[in-house]
């Protein structure tokens, strides 16, 4: 995995893991196990497995320019 995308999944881990903790604390556990379960995979395997890790990130694909292109067109036609 490249450097970008895993400090992504580390801040993404950060976050998940701090807001699980807030809402335990607040006594909502329905949303903190949601939560959980949403990045269960990054956080038990952060570190440990780094296949499993890469097999459940999905990376965004990089736009174009002729598909700028081609999304700004279609809104101006949308417009007129």
């Avoid at 196990?33 to 038990?44: G, L, N, R």
């Avoid at 890790?53 to 700004?72: C, G, T, Y």
Wanted: glycine residues 2%; aromatic residues 8%.
């Amino acid at each position: 995995m490249d450097a970008a995308m895993e400090r992504r999944v580390t801040v993404a881990t950060g976050w998940a893991s701090t807001r699980i903790a807030v809402l335990d604390s607040d006594e909502r556990y329905e949303d903190s196990y949601a939560i959980a379960q949403e990045f269960q995979e990054w956080i038990t395997c952060i570190g440990e497995n780094q296949n499993m890790l890469e097999n459940s990130i999905q990376a965004v694909p990089r736009m174009s320019k002729r598909w700028l292109h081609l999304r700004r067109d279609m809104a101006k036609d949308s417009q007129a």
